[in-house]
């Protein structure tokens, strides 16, 4: 698959967000295994080479030592789980290990299709220092799947500490929000979403399935 040709620009840090409970899967799905490989491996390979360095946000750091030279992290603000959570404790790590940075971008574990392209058309998408990059394809809104501005997290840290449903769309909402639309490729099964996340052992099967064929388009 041909990747589009996007000014460049230095790229931003990644943060890779795997600190979920996976209850719909049953155990952590960091760890399950997709083509012989675990989908946060499978994640990390796709991400990391788009980044200036690559991080993962994890509660259980233990079953993560395949990931070496990656730096792993719990969540900074006890007794709050969840994506923004996991957001907020991403952008204090990359305030503290890429001091030039002035954005972070964040993926969750169980994407294993996530677009090669990711970090560049975000940063191609902000027009204005104080927007937050989300990922849109099918018009559909993929709000883990953004480029955040560091300064943020502060502001986040205030609303999780006080907004009761903590919802993720509705943090954005609040702040200047542009979308960058990725393409859904076609395959001989029909159209397979690059941000098709992994929930349940049925979507692992479907997983599986699909796997071939996105490795077909990207060569």
């Known amino acids: ?6 000014p460049s620009t230095p790229p931003a ?5 795997a600190g979920g409970r996976s209850s719909r899967m049953g155990s952590d799905k960091a760890v399950m295994m ?10 990390i390979a796709r991400l990391a080479p788009q980044t ?10 233990t079953e993560l030592d395949f990931a070496p030279g990656i730096a792993v992290f719990a969540d900074t603000v006890a007794g709050h789980v969840g994506p923004m959570a996991g957001v907020l404790s991403g952008l204090r790590h990359a305030a503290t290990h890429f001091p030039a940075a002035s ?4 993926v969750p574990t169980d994407t294993p ?7 560049a058309r975000f ?6 220092p104080g927007q937050i990059a ?39 909402q609040r702040h200047p929000m542009i979308e960058a639309d990725f393409p859904v490729p076609d395959t001989p099964q029909g159209p397979i979403d690059p941000f098709f996340n992994i929930n349940t052992p049925a979507d692992l099967d479907t997983a599986e399935r699909w796997l071939p064929l996105i490795e077909d388009i990207e060569r």
Do not use: C, Y
Not at 52 to 61: K, M
Not at 113 to 119: A, G, I, K, R, S
């Open 13 to 17: 840090p990644g943060i890779v967000l």
């Open 1 to 6: 698959m041909s990747i589009p040709s996007i």
């Open 113 to 119: 299709f996530l677009p090669l392209d990711l970090v």
């Open 123 to 128: 940063q191609a998408a902000i027009t204005l």
């Open 52 to 61: 200036a360095g690559l991080a993962v946000n994890s509660n259980t750091a």
């Open 134 to 172: 989300v990922a849109t394809s099918g018009g559909i809104l993929h709000p883990v799947f953004a480029l955040w501005p560091i300064a943020l997290a502060d502001e986040l840290e205030h609303w999780l500490l006080t907004d009761d449903k903590r919802r993720v769309r509705s943090f954005i």
């Open 34 to 43: 997709l083509g012989g490989r675990p989908l946060l491996q499978r994640v």
């Open 103 to 106: 954005h972070v971008v964040t």
